[in-house]
């Protein structure tokens, strides 16, 4: 079973060990790169570093939670590392979709967003899917390219 790589700021400790304990019980190995307290004022683009860099030590075969007050900066700080596809999720669609058409890589969610439950559906919709190529193909393919073409 696929091993995820999990991080958070400060704004989602709470929620981050729900989800990690949610994955464990569901058999998914579990890697985690914190922070793990209230008191650790670590910047959450840090976090998503440590999580991003995991990943593409293994050759994307990880994939990522992020969790941070709103899952957005998380997000943008993950887009900016090679082959990473993150996207914020507060609905079981996006999640979906975030698969389907996007390979997305890395699912994001805000703790002063989302309630845990919503956010443990959400969560186990994405890690079911895996991407197929079909019609999507050539629209990742596109973002592949303006990633290479733009992110030294
Ligand atoms: C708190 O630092 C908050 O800004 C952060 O957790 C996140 O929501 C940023 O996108």
């Known amino acids: 079973m696929r091993t995820i790589v999990i991080g958070c700021d400060n704004a989602a400790v709470r929620l981050k060990k729900i989800m990690m304990d949610f994955m464990l019980e569901k058999g998914y190995t579990v890697e985690n790169v914190g922070c793990d307290s209230d008191e650790d004022s670590t910047f959450y683009p840090y976090i998503a570093q440590k999580a991003c860099e995991r990943i593409i030590e293994s050759n994307y075969e990880k994939r990522g939670v992020l969790i941070c007050g709103t899952g957005l900066g998380m997000a943008m700080a993950a887009n900016k590392f090679k082959g990473i596809r993150a996207g914020v999720c507060h609905d079981i669609f996006s999640a979906e979709?975030?698969?389907?058409?996007?390979?997305?890589?890395?699912?994001?969610?805000?703790?002063?967003?989302?309630?845990?439950?919503?956010?443990?559906?959400?969560?186990?919709?994405?890690?079911?899917?895996?991407?197929?190529?079909?019609?999507?193909?050539?629209?990742?393919?596109?973002?592949?390219?303006?990633?290479?073409?733009?992110?030294?």
């Open 97 to 152: 979709r975030l698969q389907l058409s996007n390979d997305g890589n890395i699912l994001c969610f805000g703790e002063r967003v989302i309630g845990a439950e919503l956010a443990k559906r959400i969560l186990e919709c994405w890690l079911k899917l895996d991407f197929v190529d079909g019609p999507s193909t050539p629209k990742v393919d596109a973002i592949k390219e303006l990633e290479a073409a733009n992110l030294k």
